[in-house]
């Protein structure tokens, strides 16, 4: 099946900095990746539609500017989590759609826990 | 926009019975339902999908039904193994909104040897 890699798998940083997420799809093209943040024990909240080429959609009250996702080709997104704050906190998984098959099927990352301290 | 509902958030049952996992949906829209299980720390692994066309599949010990007239969806895990332990997700998307998922709230299965 299709592989998509994420990195870094974990992150512990200080209130003030920003991380950097990537996701890549390693055998296939996706002109569409998604963005969830999913709290403990808890459902994936989609945050982002990230869209090769033109600027990501964002879910009602994600700030886009809190949340920056570049999307510069048919294999790699990235999310930057700007001026982190403990809140912040959580594990961020991203999705990509293979453009090849018909079906809708999303295949995960891995996820990153991010830990702000 | 869509809602998707899920039923139980938690279910324990004995190595070698069923389990059943039900959603419901709210956008009559929506035409792909695709079902997830994720183990702790480990990404989400689609384990089963259905498209509004079909009101049911089966693969090996595992099946969903879907009911688009009552808007909601089911899995059903036969001869349950210790290794079916994990959360599963339902999920409701379609086109228009870009192929987005939302997802259910999950649900806890705990297969006890």
């Known amino acids: 099946g299709a592989v998509v890699s994420q990195h870094p798998s974990r992150v512990i940083c200080k209130s003030g900095t920003s991380v950097k997420i990537e996701c890549r799809s390693l055998?296939?093209?996706?002109?569409?990746m998604f963005w969830y943040r999913q709290f403990p024990k808890q459902s994936l909240m989609l945050m982002a539609t990230?869209?090769?080429?033109?600027?990501?959609?964002?879910e009602q009250g994600v700030e886009k500017d809190k949340f920056l996702i570049n999307h510069a080709s048919l294999t790699l997104s990235t999310l930057t989590v700007t001026s982190a704050h403990p809140e912040d906190s959580s594990f961020y998984i991203c999705?990509?759609?293979?453009?090849?098959?018909?079906?809708?099927?999303?295949?995960f990352g891995a996820g990153t826990r991010l830990s702000v301290l | 926009g869509e809602n998707v509902e899920q039923h139980p958030s938690t279910l324990s049952v004995q190595e070698g019975d069923s389990a059943v996992i039900k959603c419901t949906y709210s956008?009559?829209?929506?035409?792909?339902f695709p079902w997830y299980k994720q183990e702790l720390g480990k990404r989400p692994q689609l384990i089963i999908d259905?498209?509004?066309?079909?009101g049911e599949k089966k693969d090996q010990r595992i099946a969903v039904t879907l009911n688009k007239t009552a808007k909601h969806f089911s899995l059903h895990i036969t001869e349950t193994q210790p290794e079916d332990s994990a959360v599963y997700f339902c999920?409701?998307?379609?086109?228009?909104?870009?192929?987005?998922?939302?997802f259910g709230g999950g649900t806890r299965v705990l297969v006890k040897p």
């Open positions: 999705s990509a759609r293979d453009l090849s098959e018909a079906k809708n099927i999303q295949y």
């Open positions: 055998d296939f093209q996706a002109t569409t």
């Open positions: 990230s869209n090769e080429g033109s600027k990501a959609t964002y």
């Open positions: 956008d009559s829209a929506s035409n792909y």
């Open positions: 259905i498209r509004s066309n079909v």
């Open positions: 999920a409701a998307s379609e086109a228009a909104a870009g192929n987005k998922l939302t």
